[in-house]
């Protein structure tokens, strides 16, 4: 658990969020992109698996609870400013709902080929 | 170019502003992660250095104009629901303001103890 002076510290957005960007700790790639509010963050460090704030359903989301895709944390990083957040995991399956293994699976100029 | 039908297809958040986040093509680490609109992006694959918007000037930013620390673009990334880039970059100088390599130099325990 981090200490109330701490998550004062931290730069939460307008909407009482922080950017957490998900890195394979052994392959270095990018998986995903989510949010955390405090509960998040704090639960996370609880269980030492990833848990965000989902946006579109406005409720704690423990990635991986119903597939099994589960996020290992393996080391957590903040930038700088302490607006953004870095988490190094060992996922247990594919970070995309669509079942890519990293949800940047696609480059811009494929998208635009769309 | 990015044509105005892919423009739109892209998940532009309230403020018309995309996340961006860098990471070094070569060693994989992750540098930074900043925010860019559509003059931003437009104008990176324009001259293949990152541009992105400075939130807290209003402006747009070319990463290392001033520094000498540009990142030349080798690859944009796009996520499954088009609201995050990836850009795989070769960093001319650090990315952080501080001087480290990545602005994620600090992990959140070491950020709890300063």
């Not at 957490?20 to 392959?27: E, K, P, S």
């Not at 030492?48 to 989301?61: A, G, M, P, Q």
Request: charge should be negative; charged fraction near 25%; proline fraction near 2%.
């Amino acid at each position: 658990m981090l200490k109330t002076e701490t998550l004062t510290r931290i730069k939460w957005d307008a909407n009482g969020l922080i950017a957490a960007i998900v890195q394979d700790a052994n392959t270095q790639q990018v998986l995903m992109m989510a949010y955390m509010n405090t509960e998040a963050l704090q639960k996370t460090l609880e269980i030492s698996e990833t848990v965000f704030w989902s946006r579109s359903r406005s409720e704690l989301w423990h990635k991986g609870a119903t597939s099994g895709n589960t996020q290992k944390v393996r080391e957590i990083r903040i930038d700088c400013d302490a607006d953004t957040l870095l988490i190094l995991v060992e996922p247990a399956g594919p970070a995309c709902h669509t079942g890519e293994v990293s949800c940047f699976y696609r480059t811009l100029s494929e998208f635009e080929s769309e």
